[in-house]
């Protein structure tokens, strides 16, 4: 199995940055599609973006298209999400999540939780206003 850790949340004025980290454990994080996720207070999880196995192809909510970035570096089992240009509403709980796009096909075009077989403990994000 794969167990994921989640780093890099914290406290941001908005317009701030902040990069979040997912360490994966295992030899066979390239076979995994990536994903992260967010859940704000009272909310539903939402999809923020995905990254497919090799980092060829990646998937973006609308809300944070051309803010967020996905990236991978499958040397060291690692998904990164640079945020950029921060606003309170992105303010949650992110999740790093990993799943099979064998068992799974499509998965990293799909905007649901579903799939996703492997999730992370979560880091806060905070933007202040």
């Known amino acids: 199995q794969v167990q994921l850790v989640e780093s890099g949340g914290g406290l941001v004025q908005a317009g701030g940055s902040l990069r979040l980290s997912c360490a994966a454990s295992g030899r066979t994080f390239s076979n995994y599609t990536m994903g992260w996720f967010r859940q704000a207070p009272g909310k539903e999880r939402k999809f923020v973006a995905a990254?497919?196995?090799?980092?060829?192809?990646?998937n973006y909510a609308d809300s944070v298209k051309g803010r967020f970035t996905i990236s991978r570096d499958n040397a060291k089992n690692t998904v990164y999400l640079q945020m950029n240009s921060l606003k309170p509403e992105d303010t949650a709980v992110y999740y790093c999540?990993?799943?099979?796009?064998?068992?799974?096909?499509?998965?990293?075009?799909?905007?649901?939780?579903?799939?996703?077989?492997?999730w992370g403990q979560g880091t806060q994000v905070t933007v202040s206003s």
């Open positions: 990254i497919n196995r090799s980092g060829g192809i990646t």
């Open positions: 999540a990993a799943a099979d796009p064998v068992a799974h096909p499509l998965v990293v075009i799909s905007t649901a939780g579903a799939g996703y077989d492997y």
